[in-house]
């Protein structure tokens, strides 16, 4: 289990409703009905995002755990510690304390600079909390500490069951399947009802909070709440997303090896057609075999890296083979290298473009990384089809002093083929990087 166990399939879409459309209606509530509104239905968010529970998840707490230690540290049966709830709160009323004077001119300097970082709303709205907010805090977390401790010891206890049960499935063999298939589904009947109450401790310590604060601390609370709930989803999970970008470059890749083998391909004899395949089939599980050791190095599983080696084959394939299968089909070769740039084009366009509306100058940018990319593109497949034509006329062979073969083309041209793909992986990543910088 690779950090599955935070919420590892919940849907993408709750991230962009958080981000996209719920944070932005609690910023620009303009009365105090609206802001109400819009409070409520961030919380109704947030419980959905408790709510989501899924058999997958169940199933990864009854395997063997490869968890990180930060995973045991601020989850509590498949999603974040209720503790992180009331510790967020009081961290909001500590930074709000005002702060001794300080001695030395560094000191007031450091002082200075965070009087400026916090916000003046901050300070008002946790300068001096209430006796009864404090009590009802520490009554949230009496609560929390008792029944999370509960549900650890059953959770356990569940675990010791299951390894009690399998040792003796494995000593006797030949044991009654009706009564083991019985157990079975007792045990995950109880695991299933574990995590209904950790979610509903989850809710009710949410609703808690909600009661014992106003609306200008409800806003900043929820705030605070959605950006750590969304950059600890982003941490815990990113041993299980796939790279993208990386998966985009193997499929140019497999675009820009192509145009070399399509060029040659109707003076070859059926022996260097067979050749010619091999090839085409080693740079398929060369794709396979770097993405493994590259996945390998970031100490990725033993699955995780298998699934990435079996993506980037399959990209590098599909890149390559609609191509060759065009090269079969289409005879003119002017028809051949456009069809070659206009498909690996839009494919880089759809690519690097973005779901929001952009600036003008964001879009100026894009456009310009477009036209590098397809220049490189176009120039891959020239060069492949000037090679070609090199070879075809020993009169431009330099009188035929110069001998090109078919191998040293082909592999002329994968080697060249490498150059637009890296070109496209640093393009897609440095946008992406740029939209992330915009955005915070």
């Known amino acids: 289990m690779s950090s599955t166990i935070f919420s590892s399939k919940k849907p993408q879409e709750w991230s962009e409703t958080i981000r996209y459309k719920c944070l932005p209606l ?38 063997a755990s490869e968890c990180k230690s930060m995973d045991t540290t601020f989850l509590l049966i498949g999603d974040i510690h209720p503790f992180l709830l009331t510790n967020l709160l009081r961290i909001f009323i500590h ?40 009590q009802k805090i520490e009554k949230i977390e009496r609560r929390v500490s008792m029944l999370s401790d509960d549900m650890v010891a059953r959770f356990k206890h569940v675990q010791r069951s299951i390894l009690t049960q399998v040792q003796e499935d494995t000593i006797n063999e030949g044991g009654a399947k009706r009564k083991k298939k019985l157990e079975d589904e007792e045990l995950k009947k109880e695991i299933q009802i574990i995590f209904k109450y950790a979610k509903m401790l989850r809710i009710s310590v949410l609703l808690s909070i909600m009661e014992a604060i ?21 941490k815990v999970c990113d041993e299980d997303k796939r790279d993208n970008n990386a998966l985009l470059a193997t499929f140019i890749n497999g675009l820009m090896n192509v145009p070399s083998y399509i060029s040659i391909l109707g003076s070859m004899s059926k022996k260097e057609k067979e050749i010619t395949a091999c090839m085409f089939a080693s740079a398929v599980i060369g794709s396979a ?33 609609v191509l060759l299968g065009m090269g079969l089909l289409v005879k003119n070769r002017w028809v051949k290298m456009g069809l070659s740039i206009l498909m690996t084009s839009m494919v880089v366009g759809v690519a690097i473009s973005s779901k929001k509306k952009q600036e003008k100058k964001s879009l100026i940018k894009s456009s310009i990384r477009w036209f590098i990319i397809v220049a490189a593109i176009s120039i891959n497949v020239g060069f492949s089809d000037i090679v070609h034509r090199l070879r075809a006329s020993p009169k431009l062979l330099l009188l035929g002093k110069l001998h090109c073969s078919r191998s040293c083309f082909c592999l002329c041209n994968q080697n060249y083929g490498l150059l637009p793909a890296f070109l496209i992986a640093g393009a897609v990543k440095s946008y992406k990087l740029n939209e992330a910088i915009q955005e915070n």
């Open 95 to 134: 930074l709000a304390q005002p702060k001794p004077k300080p001695k030395s001119k560094k000191d007031e300097e450091d002082g200075e600079h965070v009087s400026i970082n916090m916000l003046e709303d901050h300070h008002l709205a946790w300068r001096e909390p209430s006796h009864e907010l404090l």
């Open 214 to 234: 106003n609306d200008h601390q409800r806003v900043l609370f929820l705030q605070g709440l959605c950006q750590m709930l969304l950059a600890l989803k982003d």
């Open 26 to 63: 609690l910023h620009q509530a303009s009365s105090s009905s609206l802001l109400k509104e819009a409070i409520d239905g961030l919380v109704q968010e947030i419980i959905s995002h408790f709510n989501t529970l899924e058999d997958s998840t169940i199933d990864d707490l009854l395997s």
């Open 289 to 321: 075999g770097s993405t493994f050791v590259s996945s390998s190095m970031k100490s990725k599983g033993l699955r995780r890296t298998l699934k990435d080696a079996t993506w980037a084959s399959l990209c590098f394939f599909l890149g390559g083979v």
